[in-house]
């Protein structure tokens, strides 16, 4: 399922069959000291819709590209006449037939990581120090909603939002899905008990509790989660109202759903929180 290639200037000869048939990669962009690419290196990629060679390029092997009829584009870092010394040996007809543009500036590309989620997503290029929107679409994720997404793989908080433009630099950069657990808080009070019901919070979570007089906080008490149905709470602090709050924890103080605020005259609580 590879779909993008990007070798590293470190890299000086592009081995033979090293992505032979890898018929899902799109992209291809080949470091600045690539000098050869060998037989059939790229044969049978047959998504393979364009490509970023080097002018440290020399020679092009036997059916290097053989097979790779969807290519359309090259582009060469170098200037037109330093492009015909390169070699190019037989099999390499969607090579030679793809339309060629020179002098060409590698481009910051976004990429997309879903974490878990589903949903389909293209890379994005993007000029250097330019602005780009992202793309619009939504991931999914069973169980989970979708924050936004992030610069860092185990983000906790959305840094950008769908369709939102941002400023690139000169650095490629990849966005990771942030995602926070649904939790659907069930809640009721007998008998001056309070029992809540956290369904979809995680083990260790923090269910927090905070008692209010008059609108005025008066206690509060947190218990670890468990996994357990329900929850009891149950204080001599005189009080009116208890408002639940369910966290993924104290450090990181992330709430996994929005507060439940109860009165104590109201019988039953019940409320859906995505």
Not at 1 to 20: G, M, N, T
Request: charged share 20%; with cysteine.
């Amino acid at each position: 399922s590879l779909r993008s290639v990007v070798i590293p200037d470190s890299v000086i000869r592009v081995e033979e069959y090293a992505f032979c048939n890898c018929e899902n990669l799109k992209n291809l962009e080949i470091g600045d000291s690539v000098e050869s690419i060998d037989v059939s290196a790229f044969s049978g990629c047959s998504a393979l819709t364009s490509m970023v060679f080097p002018v440290s390029l020399v020679e092009i092997e036997t059916n290097a590209f053989a097979g790779c009829s969807a290519l359309k584009t090259v582009h060469y870092k170098g200037k037109e006449d330093d492009w015909k010394y390169v070699y190019i040996a037989d099999g390499n007809d969607y090579l030679e037939n793809a339309e060629i543009s020179y002098g060409y500036v590698l481009p910051v590309i976004i990429s997309y990581s879903l974490n878990g989620g589903e949903g389909s997503f293209e890379e994005q290029r993007a000029e250097e120090n330019s602005v780009i929107t992202l793309s619009s679409v939504t991931p999914t994720k069973d169980g989970y909603s979708f924050l936004g997404w992030s610069l860092t793989a185990d983000g906790k908080t959305a840094e950008y939002q769908p369709g939102e433009s941002i400023t690139v630099g000169t650095e490629s950069i990849t966005l990771y899905a942030v995602w926070r657990k649904v939790v659907t808080l069930s809640s009721e009070v007998i008998n001056n008990m309070f029992l809540v019901s956290p369904d979809g919070a995680p083990t260790g979570a923090k269910i927090i509790f905070v008692c209010y007089k008059d609108k005025a906080p008066v206690y509060m008490d947190i218990f670890t989660y468990q996994g357990s149905k329900v929850v009891p709470f149950a204080t001599n602090v005189e009080y009116d109202e208890i408002k639940v709050m369910v966290w993924e924890s104290m450090e990181d103080m992330i709430p996994l759903c929005e507060p439940d605020c109860v009165s104590v005259n109201k019988e039953i609580s019940l409320l859906q929180l995505n």
